[in-house]
């Protein structure tokens, strides 16, 4: 999903950080482990555990916490309570303002205390992170700073999917994953690959590389990246991070995708999540661009297919767990209301649990996006902002009261 870009230059004015009371009033699905034993949650064939009993994924996206707490005006924000219990967020920031990797194998320290910040709050709150490694759009550098790097030492590169290929541009994006796997907390003293707080690694948001529809290139990244995050961390769960096309591995199944390019676009979801390693499917759920012309109804209806063969796909081909990484609908063109919305989220929510409480698989959903009041400048048209939707908030709370019962 694109993004909004970091600001340039923050105040004290700016808007506190998600982990925020409002949450934190749901009754929502929670690990409270007992505070000094914190277990990995690890994944057993289709499901995910933790401390000896299913662990459900009942989560949000807020992609920009590093940022935030890079800066001393908005990291106090960070510490406020929250309830759902995972949060995928950014663990990258390539090149630009508050970079985190300010050029190939050079970290900004500040900024990466900032994300040893962040991890350390999630641990003190009982919230489990899911930490992306690199993006596939501009948004936060991305593939396209790499290549960029690439460009200035003087390599031969003429597209950005040169990330998945050149060798060099390779090496740059294995030292900053060992820079993040291997770091030490300053605030906790413990290494990130020893950090139970890590739910899992994901390798890049929402791949794609339409320079070879074969998907053979992003297939052989795949394959790389996902060993060599293994050879350093074995713990960690491992996700990929695509959106979940399928693609030439499966062309009986080119009519589930929202449209004829996706089986073009580079992805395999079926080939991709047989990379040895990946350990869960990742997806994504966006109807409302995919399907730009669609009735509500047929948004719907889309939703239901894509979910439910995905979800078929995981636990029949895959034998691995699913995460619905983010889905979501804007409101920002006022084409759809926060009635279709939250109708959108239901029938998300409604097909997981099916799943789930059929035994079937477990895993579990994060929302794109969560807010406080007063962040709206961050706000992509996703943003779900609690104290202006205290129906959704209801709707939350009902579903975690279902994966309880």
Same mark, same amino acid.
């Given at each position: 999903?694109?993004?909004?870009?970091?600001?340039?230059?923050?105040?004290?004015?700016?808007?506190?950080?998600?982990?925020?009371?409002?949450?934190?009033?749901?009754?929502?699905?929670?690990?409270?482990?007992?505070?000094?034993?914190?277990?990995?949650?690890?994944?057993?064939?289709?499901?995910?555990?933790?401390?000896?009993?299913?662990?459900?994924?009942?989560?949000?996206?807020?992609?920009?916490?590093?940022?935030?707490?890079?800066?001393? *005006?908005?990291?106090? /924000?960070?510490?406020? =309570? &929250? %309830? #759902?219990?995972?949060?995928?967020?950014?663990? @990258?920031?390539?090149?630009?303002?508050?970079?985190?990797?300010?050029?190939?194998?050079?970290?900004?320290?500040?900024?990466?205390?900032?994300?040893?910040?962040?991890?350390?709050?999630?641990?003190?709150?009982?919230?489990?992170?899911?930490?992306?490694?690199?993006?596939?759009?501009?948004?936060?550098?991305?593939? *396209?700073?790499?290549? /960029?790097?690439?460009? =200035? &030492? %003087? #390599?031969?590169?003429?597209?950005?999917?040169? @990330?998945?290929?050149?060798?060099?541009?390779?090496?740059?994006?294995?030292?900053?994953?060992?820079?993040?796997?291997?770091?030490?907390?300053?605030?906790?003293?413990?290494?990130?690959?020893?950090?139970?707080?890590?739910?899992?690694?994901?390798?890049?948001?929402?791949?794609?590389?339409?320079?070879?529809?074969?998907?053979?290139?992003?297939?052989?990244?795949? =394959?790389?990246?996902?060993?060599?995050?293994?050879?350093?961390?074995?713990?960690?769960?491992?996700?990929?991070?695509?959106?979940?096309?399928?693609?030439?591995?499966?062309?009986?199944?080119?009519?589930?995708?929202?449209?004829?390019?996706?089986?073009?676009?580079?992805?395999?979801?079926?080939?991709?999540?047989?990379?040895?390693?990946?350990?869960?499917?990742?997806?994504?759920?966006?109807?409302?661009?995919?399907?730009?012309?669609?009735?509500?109804?047929?948004?719907?209806?889309?939703?239901?297919?894509?979910?439910?063969?995905?979800?078929?796909?995981?636990?029949?081909?895959?034998?691995?767990?699913?995460?619905?990484?983010?889905?979501?609908?804007?409101?920002?063109?006022?084409?759809?209301?926060?009635?279709?919305?939250?109708?959108?989220?239901?029938?998300?929510?409604?097909?997981?649990?099916?799943?789930?409480?059929?035994?079937?698989?477990?895993?579990?959903?994060?929302?794109?996006?969560?807010?406080?009041?007063?962040?709206?400048?961050?706000?992509?048209?996703?943003?779900?902002?609690?104290?202006?939707?205290?129906?959704?908030?209801?709707?939350?709370?009902?579903?975690?009261?279902?994966?309880?019962?």
């Amino acid at each position: 999903m694109g993004m909004c870009p970091i600001p340039s230059s923050w105040s004290a004015t700016t808007p506190r950080l998600l982990l925020l009371h409002h949450l934190f009033l749901i009754s929502l699905v929670s690990d409270m482990e007992d505070a000094h034993h914190w277990p990995m949650v690890e994944r057993r064939g289709t499901h995910l555990w933790a401390s000896g009993r299913p662990f459900i994924i009942h989560g949000f996206n807020t992609y920009w916490l590093m940022s935030f707490a890079a800066d001393q *005006a908005t990291r106090p /924000r960070v510490t406020a =309570e &929250a %309830g #759902l219990n995972v949060c995928r967020t950014w663990a @990258f920031n390539d090149g630009g303002h508050r970079a985190l990797q300010t050029a190939p194998f050079h970290y900004d320290e500040e900024v990466f205390q900032a994300l040893d910040f962040v991890i350390s709050e999630a641990r003190r709150h009982n919230m489990r992170l899911i930490l992306s490694l690199c993006n596939n759009w501009e948004d936060y550098g991305g593939k *396209a700073q790499y290549v /960029r790097w690439g460009k =200035e &030492a %003087g #390599l031969d590169l003429t597209s950005e999917d040169d @990330f998945f290929s050149d060798t060099t541009i390779k090496s740059y994006y294995k030292a900053f994953v060992q820079a993040v796997v291997t770091r030490i907390n300053t605030t906790t003293n413990e290494a990130y690959k020893d950090d139970p707080t890590i739910l899992a690694w994901e390798l890049i948001n929402e791949p794609r590389c339409p320079s070879d529809p074969s998907g053979d290139t992003l297939q052989a990244w795949i =394959e790389e990246m996902a060993s060599y995050v293994k050879s350093i961390d074995p713990m960690h769960l491992l996700e990929i991070g695509i959106e979940g096309f399928y693609g030439p591995s499966t062309p009986e199944l080119f009519p589930v995708n929202p449209d004829e390019y996706s089986a073009h676009a580079g992805t395999d979801f079926v080939r991709d999540h047989q990379a040895p390693g990946i350990d869960l499917a990742s997806v994504h759920v966006y109807s409302d661009t995919w399907l730009p012309h669609s009735i509500e109804e047929n948004h719907l209806q889309f939703v239901n297919i894509w979910m439910q063969k995905h979800i078929d796909d995981a636990a029949n081909l895959l034998g691995m767990p699913i995460g619905v990484g983010e889905f979501g609908v804007s409101v920002k063109d006022g084409k759809f209301g926060s009635e279709f919305r939250e109708a959108f989220m239901k029938t998300v929510y409604g097909i997981f649990l099916s799943s789930w409480k059929g035994g079937a698989l477990g895993g579990g959903c994060l929302l794109w996006q969560l807010f406080s009041e007063g962040a709206e400048h961050m706000d992509d048209g996703y943003a779900v902002i609690f104290a202006k939707s205290p129906s959704t908030l209801s709707l939350l709370a009902n579903h975690s009261r279902s994966l309880e019962s």
